[in-house]
């Protein structure tokens, strides 16, 4: 049981975030996994690199086409440091009420 100090931050905080109390609380904690899986895989890269990342995203406003072609291959080379294929995998992997293949969460051995 949680305590009511918990309950009562719970239910103080979803009084101050529209739409929040119509979430289930798995799925706002499910959310909340998501969230700290993104986060280690950005921890992945230096903070440089992270603030180059971003500074990317944001020029490209998501259309590839507003960077240049040295930029789009920064960015892909950021990305792909990111291990995307890893972090979807991952993502399942939490969210699965079973035990997944270690291939389908990671792919396929490097040899």
Known sequence: MPSDFVTRSLGHATEHVPGLRRIPVVRLLAIAEM???????????????????FRLIRSARGRPSH??????????????KLEPRWLAGEAVERLSPIPLP???VRGRRKR
């Open 35 to 53: 969230g700290l899986i993104a986060r280690d895989h950005v921890l992945r890269l230096s903070p440089e690199e992270r603030r180059r990342l």
């Open 67 to 80: 960077l240049s072609r040295r930029e789009r291959v920064e960015l892909v080379g950021l990305v792909a």
């Open 102 to 104: 270690r291939r389908l």
